[in-house]
């Protein structure tokens, strides 16, 4: 077994541990709320410049949650002497890893109890304990993009980003890594029984390609009566242009009509709606909403009454 890394109790000392690993991390407060973009990347601002997170060049190092992960020290060290108990969150897939989430209040022991009993004992890899008492399995990213929720309690972490040892939950409870307590980088790969069947689509090699988490609509909506014209590039965009508001009311908002929008126009044919709502759910990642509140408002948005007449 490698030799592990003991990670500091202090958030500073800790996050300064991890990118001396390599582990590009961000600043995440412990409300989660994300913090403000500046004014180029601010939708709500007269300067606002129109762009996707993962091509922003404003120089501004905090925009963009999850974006802003880095492995810069001096900016590691302006971020925690600035807020000392903020937690520690690292992007999966920007790290090269996916992990496999498992909350035990939703069913995700039965579920993982479930999988195993059907696909074999998963691999051994690093693990932490959520401080909800969850569990993450850290492995590498097979490359391939990966369904956000397969089963009941379980996700697959891969476009969002956790947090880590010794960041504090709402629970008041710490993240911590499992076993010897020690941190080892992940070296075990995805597990292959994990892959899903269909999508095999390797993505483009990240030496290419620029920073490209949400899948690309293959087909834009057309609608005949003029007016808004909604792509699942669009609503994606609506939902992280709620960010500015820092209002988390706002950014379940935002979420809520944009599925709104995914359901009416996948009615009518025109979007994919299992694209729309992987994006949609990555995109709420981002804006810092938890999955079961982006559930949430997915879902309620599907049990709306019709009001096909704004989008017909
Ligand atoms: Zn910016
Ligand atoms: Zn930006």
Known sequence: M?????IPA??????LAYAALGIKVFRVRRSKAPYANCTRCDKQSSLYIKHRPEECRCGVPTCHGFW????????????????????????CKLNGWAVLDIDPRNGGSRSLAALEGRV???????????GGDGLH?????????LPGEPFPGIDFKHNGYILLDPSVHASGARYRWAGDGLFRLPATPWPSALLPRKEKQPLPAPSQAPRHPFPRP?????REGGGKLWSVEDLVQHVMDSVAGDKQRGRNNSLYFA???AHELAEQGLIDLGQAHTALMHAAAAVGLTESEARNSFDSAATRPSDRRRVA
């Open 259 to 261: 599925a709104c929008r």
């Open 68 to 91: 802003a992960a880095t492995t810069d020290t001096d900016l590691i060290r302006h971020w925690w002497t600035e807020e000392p108990d903020a937690n520690i969150g690292a992007p």
């Open 120 to 130: 074999g004992v998963l691999p051994g890899t690093t693990m932490q304990i959520t």
């Open 2 to 6: 490698k030799v592990g890394t003991k």
């Open 137 to 145: 399995l850290l492995y590498l990213s097979p490359g391939f993009d």
């Open 218 to 222: 293959t087909q834009a909506s057309r």
């Open 10 to 15: 202090r958030p500073l000392d800790a996050a």
